[in-house]
């Protein structure tokens, strides 16, 4: 194959066909737009009291260290979730979440919302 045979291939990007960025950023975009979205109706709640919470702990934390912080909060652990580090727990007051995070929650969620999103069906 010659410089000119591929110059004109049907497989070689062309000039005038858009690149790959002219529609990978927005639809990166987009997905950063939903995920966002997604985590502040999941977010929404969490704050309130008696409210069931799904608080994540550091990834490498144990089943042990992630219910001692909720302990020492002063949490009602309800369950563990699927992993060590994620525990339901019900906020006895409305200073209940900034406890939780100074022992080390990462982040804090609506249980119920929380649920929804990770149900199976079938």
């Given at each position: 194959m010659n410089c000119d045979t591929a110059r004109h291939s049907p497989l070689l990007a062309d000039e005038d066909a858009p690149s790959v960025a002219a529609w990978l950023l927005p639809l990166i975009?987009?997905?950063a737009v939903v995920l966002c979205s997604v985590l502040l109706v999941m977010t929404v709640g969490a704050r309130a009291p008696n409210t069931p919470v799904l608080a994540l702990f550091p990834p490498t934390w144990d089943a042990r260290r992630s219910f001692a912080a909720a302990a020492q909060a002063g949490a009602d652990v309800v369950r563990f979730g699927?992993?060590?580090?994620?525990?339901?727990v019900n906020a006895?007051?409305?200073d209940f979440a900034d406890r939780l995070q100074?022992?080390?929650a990462v982040l804090l969620l609506n249980?119920?919302?929380a649920q929804i999103c990770g149900r199976r069906t079938g």
């Amino acid at each position: 194959m010659n410089c000119d045979t591929a110059r004109h291939s049907p497989l070689l990007a062309d000039e005038d066909a858009p690149s790959v960025a002219a529609w990978l950023l927005p639809l990166i975009g987009l997905q950063a737009v939903v995920l966002c979205s997604v985590l502040l109706v999941m977010t929404v709640g969490a704050r309130a009291p008696n409210t069931p919470v799904l608080a994540l702990f550091p990834p490498t934390w144990d089943a042990r260290r992630s219910f001692a912080a909720a302990a020492q909060a002063g949490a009602d652990v309800v369950r563990f979730g699927p992993a060590d580090w994620l525990l339901v727990v019900n906020a006895p007051d409305p200073d209940f979440a900034d406890r939780l995070q100074a022992n080390g929650a990462v982040l804090l969620l609506n249980a119920a919302v929380a649920q929804i999103c990770g149900r199976r069906t079938g």
